[in-house]
């Protein structure tokens, strides 16, 4: 089992940046692969990127692409999200998901284990 604490989050101006963190316990971290999604008020959650397990392939969201960056450290047992350009449309509760798949997925089902999240808020 995972346990994954996000951090990080807070409030910034448009066009600002902040880096959100996920700590993962347990030494199988490198055998998930990762996501993050996110929940805006009154609306469903959505994708927002993925890394695979090793860290070599990542996906974006088309609304994210060139703005936000995912990495992760194996050795460290933490997965990133990098935001840069923030926009107020950015402003949602930012959730952090592990899944034992060894292929990436955008669909919030495929994913076992789930942090609390961590609030950004993007002010215009």
């Known amino acids: 089992q995972v346990q994954l604490v996000e951090s990080g989050g807070g409030l910034v101006q448009a066009g600002g940046s902040l880096r959100l963190s996920c700590a993962a316990s347990g030494r199988t971290f490198s055998s998930y692969a990762m996501a993050w999604f996110r929940q805006a008020p009154g609306k469903e959650r959505e994708f927002v990127a993925a890394?695979?397990?090793?860290?070599?392939?990542?996906y974006y969201a088309d609304s994210v692409k060139g703005r936000f960056t995912i990495s992760r450290d194996n050795a460290g047992n933490t997965v990133y999200l990098r935001m840069a350009t923030l926009k107020p449309e950015d402003t949602a509760v930012y959730y952090c998901a592990a899944t034992r798949s060894h292929v990436i997925s955008t669909q919030a089902g495929e994913y076992d284990y789930w942090g609390q999240g961590t609030q950004v808020t993007v002010s215009s």
């Open positions: 890394i695979s397990r090793s860290g070599g392939s990542t």
